[in-house]
Nanobody, 124 residues
Framework: QVQLVESGGGLMQAGDSLRVSCTGS????????MAWFRRAPGKEREFVAG????????DYADSVKGRFTISRDNDKNTLYLQMESLTPEDTAVYYC?????????????????WGQGTEVIVSS
């Protein structure tokens, strides 16, 4: 099973841009779809963005569509989330996850490997 480690979180201002990364090791990174989830303070974990095994298909939550871009570099075993026009509502711990499927999945139950999370705080 792949091990995932996120990086790149931080304290940001509203309107800023930020890219978080997720590097995989110890498993087959490029076979499966991956996603970013987030958990905001006092809220449930939610799907943010997902990407198919090849990177050819992506899916976004309505709340981030047009502002966030998910991508992957299978040669580097790395998943990215580019975040633009950040708002305080984007404040959360961001988790990357690897699924058991080739296609994009929104349900966390379809993911069997998770990183430890990277915190993004956006001040107004």
């Amino acid at each position: 099973q792949v091990q995932l480690v996120e990086s790149g979180g931080g304290l940001m201002q509203a309107g800023d841009s930020l890219r978080v990364s997720c590097t995989g090791s110890g498993g087959v990174f490029h076979y499966y779809s991956m996603a970013w989830f987030r958990r905001a303070p006092g809220k449930e974990r939610e799907f943010v963005a997902g990407i198919s095994w090849s990177g050819g298909k992506t899916d976004y939550a309505d709340s981030v569509k047009g502002r966030f871009t998910i991508s992957r570099d299978n040669d580097k075993n790395t998943l990215y989330l580019q975040m633009e026009s950040l708002t305080p509502e984007d404040t959360a711990v961001y988790y990357c996850a690897s699924s058991q499927y080739y296609t994009v999945q929104r349900s966390p139950e379809n993911y069997d490997a998770w990183g430890q999370g990277t915190e993004v705080i956006v001040s107004s």
